[in-house]
């Protein structure tokens, strides 16, 4: 489906949620266009290409459990969207050796995407909070 002038990406943004529930790589490998920039930090070097995308993806996702995950209301203009996401989860990746793998991660993704609607660069921000469980407060996200 062609989406160049399509602004509303809430369902890309549920797609990349389900994917990210149920830590499904091929899943999301099928939002991102075939050359697509991930970066998964603004300091970090960019993942290009499926291939370390979904491989960034696994490792990433595969030690966690109990994500709860919360989408806020993504804001597009022509071919670049912006979402608010907040999560909590248990990873013990994240905190090796410590007794409490609760993670909060509020986040933000800035999204291109191209003409068949396929994420084609990807910026993302979050601010970790290792050891609690932090809900996300009243109004966020809209």
Not at 13 to 24: F, G, L, S, T, V
Not at 54 to 62: D, F, L, P, R, S
Not at 96 to 121: S, Y
Request: hydrophobic residues 30%; contains cysteine.
């Amino acid at each position: 489906m062609d989406r160049t002038h399509r602004t509303d990406r809430s369902e890309w943004i549920e797609q990349y949620a389900d994917a990210w529930r149920e830590k499904d790589p091929e899943a999301l490998r099928t939002l991102f266009a075939h050359d697509a920039v991930y970066h998964s930090s603004p300091t970090a070097r960019p993942l290009r290409g499926h291939e370390e995308i979904t491989t960034y993806w696994k490792q990433a996702t595969h030690t966690q459990s109990e994500l709860d995950l919360v989408l806020g209301v993504p804001l597009s203009q022509g071919n670049r969207t912006v979402v608010e996401w907040w999560a909590t989860l248990r990873d013990p990746q994240r905190r090796p050796g410590t007794d409490d793998d609760r993670v909060t991660l509020p986040g933000c993704l800035v999204l291109r995407f191209d003409d068949a609607g396929r994420c084609d660069e990807l910026w993302e921000y979050v601010t970790p909070v290792s050891g609690e469980k932090i809900d996300a407060p009243p109004g966020w996200g809209v």
